[in-house]
């Protein structure tokens, strides 16, 4: 892999003997290179047309002469190696022989990229579409169920794929529907970061309907699978050194920029609440203070209070946890503590319903539900940490989301506190 970017980088100076590609109905330079601009912009088009979706994408081959025809040598491609015959099959068909010299090469580099969009994160969307699965849940239980469908099984997926790499990626939706995938830091090793961009749009066919897009607002969904370490000495941005190694800047500025750089604007690193950005930092500031890096385009992202989130405590941090109606408005927390969990367990035992083809099918297992008690005692921010199954990790969903409201919410030194628990259950056929 490493050699195909070591030629990238030295095609303009030692490489004399490359050529531009003629092509027909031109006699100069100029002419081939605007018209192979054109083409490689058409197959570009008609690539993203295909697949429904447009993404970004790195392009290269090298056209050598072969007796009457010509062969295509060092094919690479960041993300869609199938792109590559599709690219080549196209330009073939354009180039003109006539002028084709028979000891020169001719390398193709493109860039695909797409426009570049400004659109709020799925956290900020008001209004999701509806998974068919979740039509009749309340408002919370459709919103849970929709993350589901691109959190959980996106990543149970990669398990099928057998996936090694790390995977970072922004899904642009529009109307609800993937419309462009932006990778920011696509696997170059493991070449099944496109295989896992198509099965995003199997799951828009499985489980939602036409209907079920429109009047839905512009918003996009940042997936990643870049692992964490608590060993200050293990490096989760080893594989950026590719890229300093290599001189390759804008594309390592894009990538710690989360795929938006603008020149002359610092990347502001929010050092306060995220931990990847924290990690992306100490490596940055060494690669500097090594002098492998000369010029820093980061710095920290100013503190400013209000745009915090507002902080969760966990069940067993609380001062006094959540009072569900009928529990007793005692101060022993120790008391307080059983009932809410009582009441959660009553709730789920006679609120769930097995799925029908849950039972046939034999699926049963224990399901994590995360969720969150508001300020104001509702029940909010629901999602599976561990699932057995589909059907079962949603008939989870839906009964959380009917928890009814506790009358008084957690506290902390005699403050109210948003309040985090997991909730274990137990589906298992009689």
């Not at 429109?214 to 989760?236: A, H, L, M, V």
């Not at 503190?303 to 005692?330: M, Q, T, Y």
């Not at 959380?400 to 030194?413: N, T, Y």
């Amino acid at each position: 892999m490493r050699k195909y970017f070591s030629l990238l980088l030295l095609l303009s100076s030692s490489l004399s003997f490359a050529e531009v590609l003629p092509l027909k109905g031109c006699s100069d330079a100029n002419c081939d290179k605007s018209s192979l601009k054109e083409l490689l912009s058409s197959t570009e088009q008609a690539l993203y047309a295909f697949y429904n979706f447009s993404y970004n994408d790195s392009i290269y081959f090298e056209i050598k002469p072969s007796g009457d025809s010509v062969i295509i040598e060092k094919p690479y491609a960041w993300v869609n190696e199938k792109a590559l015959a599709y690219y080549g099959g196209v330009i073939k068909a354009q180039i003109d022989f006539t002028r084709l010299k028979k000891h020169y090469y001719y390398p193709i580099i493109w860039v695909q990229k797409p426009k570049e969009v400004s659109l709020i994160q799925l956290d900020e969307v008001k209004l999701l579409p509806v998974p068919e699965i979740a039509e009749n849940f309340n408002t919370r239980g459709q919103t849970a169920a929709y993350k589901y469908v691109y959190s959980n099984l996106l990543y149970n997926y990669l398990g099928d794929l057998d996936f090694a790499g790390n995977l970072d990626l922004e899904l642009i939706m529009t109307n609800g529907k993937l419309t462009s995938i932006h990778y920011i830091f696509p696997p170059l090793e493991d070449k099944q970061g496109f295989k896992f961009a198509q099965y995003i749009k199997n799951i828009e066919e499985r489980f939602f309907s036409a209907s079920k897009f429109r009047g839905i607002q512009d918003y996009k969904i940042r997936f990643t699978t870049i692992s964490y370490s608590d060993d200050p000495d293990e490096n989760p941005f080893d594989r950026l050194e590719f890229y300093i190694n290599n001189n390759l800047w804008k594309p390592l500025k894009r990538i710690t920029a989360g795929g938006h750089y603008q020149p002359g604007i610092a990347v502001e690193l929010d050092t306060s609440e995220n931990r990847r950005q924290q990690q992306l930092y100490i490596f940055l500031e060494k690669e500097l203070k090594a002098g492998r890096i000369k010029n820093p385009w980061w710095q920290i992202k100013p503190s400013n209070e209000g745009e915090k989130l507002i902080p969760v405590e966990d069940f067993i941090s609380v001062g006094k946890v959540p009072i569900f109606r009928g529990c007793a408005k005692a101060e022993d927390n120790e008391l307080l503590q059983r009932c809410f969990q009582e009441e959660i367990l009553a709730h789920v035992s006679s609120t769930f319903k097995y799925p029908v083809k849950s039972r046939q099918q034999g699926e049963e297992g224990m399901i994590y539900v995360n969720f969150v008690v508001e300020k104001n005692g509702v029940i909010d921010r629901i999602k599976i940490v561990r699932g057995a199954s589909l059907l079962l990790d949603i008939e989870a969903i839906r009964v959380v989301s009917e928890i009814k409201p506790c009358v008084e919410p957690a506290f902390l030194d005699d403050q109210p506190v948003r309040m985090s628990f997991t909730l274990p259950i137990n589906a298992k056929l009689e």
